[in-house]
């Protein structure tokens, strides 16, 4: 079961900050933000199994824990 965590601003797109997915293949992330309604935009910064991934080339299989920050502005 692959978990997926979304933080900050992203969780106004989810019910629960936390999804559990059972997954029977790999699923590109872009789908699977799609299938929850979820702007790919939106999405800054992706950790998969705890490592910086490029969100174009990520993704999720059965067992990964994934984080998805939305872009951070700053001075």
């Known amino acids: 079961m692959a978990k997926v965590v979304f933080n900050l601003t992203l969780k106004q797109y989810v019910p629960e900050k936390e ?3 059972s997954l029977n ?3 590109p992330l872009f789908e699977f933000l799609r ?3 979820v702007p790919g935009d939106e999405v800054g910064l992706v950790v998969r199994n705890g490592r910086w991934e490029a969100k ?3 993704v999720i299989h059965d067992d990964d ?3 998805l920050f939305p872009f951070l502005q700053g001075r």
């Open 19 to 21: 999804v559990d997915i």
């Open 25 to 27: 293949k790999p699923v």
């Open 35 to 37: 299938s929850r309604q």
């Open 56 to 58: 174009g080339d990520c």
């Open 65 to 67: 824990h994934i984080e």
